[in-house]
């Protein structure tokens, strides 16, 4: 099976997360020790949608994160760049609109969206500021972002713990229900490599967001990043 490097082509992104897809929401399930199901909730509180809402999910995957907004009653679009996740999402729910779509050149028009959320795929992206900058263009102004992504633990003896599961013990796990470590070993070094809170929200105010504010999840396994975008 393909594993993706650190250089976060997006051909070979995707062609890794079309491999792992048909077990991708199970092996969530089993490395989080289903935390996961915790973590997506809290985002679909944040983003706090309201019927008739126009949501874009990004990195949706199969579409379980974009479930509860539709059951909301807002209007979703599920998009993703690998065709693997956009297919078992598809499959399961034919009435979402999954949309194929690459997170640095969204196909949506300018201020299309009373908000935007992207949970744990903004790290696979090869160009963050530029994601965040599109995200920026496709939200309404006065709308905002909910960004649900693997971050820095608070308590350092907590962290290192984290890090050894990381980096050794949640490959091997995941390699179990998929029989496909690579892949995993790519996601542990991706989160491994990726910037802290303070660290991301700086991002975020890069690509033009304001009022970056951010919690902290499970002890900071996990951030949730909320930020709006101005009315002028």
């Not at 199969?62 to 598809?90: N, R, W």
């Not at 490599?193 to 700086?202: D, F, R, T």
């Amino acid at each position: 099976m393909s594993r993706a490097s650190l250089d976060k082509k997006p051909q070979d992104v995707a062609s890794m997360f079309d491999g792992i897809a048909s077990k991708y929401d199970i092996t969530n399930d089993v490395i989080s020790l289903g935390q996961d199901r915790a973590w997506r909730r809290a985002t679909v509180a944040a983003v706090n949608p309201q019927p008739g809402d126009r949501i874009l999910d990004l990195a949706a995957g199969t579409g379980t994160s974009s479930e509860p907004f539709d059951a909301a009653g807002a209007l979703v679009v599920p998009c993703d760049f690998s065709f693997g996740m956009l297919k078992v999402g598809k499959v399961r729910r034919p009435d979402l609109p999954f949309t194929a779509g690459d997170a640095t050149q969204l196909p949506f028009a300018d201020n299309s969206f009373n908000a935007a959320t992207i949970s744990f795929g903004l790290r696979n992206v090869v160009d963050t500021v530029g994601a965040l900058s599109e995200l920026f263009r496709v939200v309404k102004p006065g709308g905002h972002v909910v960004i649900c992504e693997f971050s820095t633990p608070t308590w350092k003896p907590f962290r290192t713990v984290y890090s050894n599961y990381l980096m050794k013990a949640l490959p091997k796990v995941a390699g179990l229900v998929t029989r496909d470590s690579g892949s995993y070993d790519y996601l542990a070094e991706s989160i491994s490599q990726w910037p802290n809170q303070e660290g991301l929200a700086e991002l975020m105010q890069e690509a033009g967001w304001r009022n970056v504010a951010y919690r902290n999840l499970t002890g900071g396994i996990v951030a949730l990043h909320r930020a709006t975008k101005p009315l002028v």
